[in-house]
């Protein structure tokens, strides 16, 4: 069983961090490329971070700089930190793969931004 659980999400005040973390019972380590999306209220779900097995990542722009994607294949779990954050960085959080796969959708974590 692949899908991931998410966790770590919260209420945030704008320009302070928070770490997310995704983890599955299945293995992560023959996942070439692991990220994170997120979705606001009315939005469509988007990337923002995406890391490979080789350590090459990817942001995207709103992000860049301030978001870090890391991953743990022993521990079965990817981890997004968040800093500076800012209110439009209030949404749900998920991890996929890339390209994601349907069966391995969470529940997500919400993160709000609020001062």
């Known amino acids: 069983q692949v899908q991931f659980v998410e966790s770590g999400g919260g209420l945030v005040q704008p320009r302070g961090s928070l770490r997310l973390s995704c983890t599955t019972a299945g293995n992560i380590y023959n996942m070439y490329r692991v990220a994170w999306y997120r979705q606001a209220p009315g939005k469509q779900r988007e990337m923002v971070a995406s890391?490979?097995?080789?350590?090459?990542?990817s942001y995207a722009d709103g992000v860049k700089g301030r978001f870090t994607i890391a991953r743990d294949n022993a521990k079965k779990t990817v981890y997004l930190q968040m800093n500076a954050v800012k209110f439009e960085d209030t949404a749900v959080y998920y991890c996929?793969?890339?390209?994601?796969?349907?069966?391995?959708w969470g529940q997500g974590t919400q993160v709000t931004v609020s001062s």
């Open positions: 996929n793969t890339d390209p994601a796969e349907n069966d391995y």
């Open positions: 890391r490979t097995s080789g350590g090459l990542t």
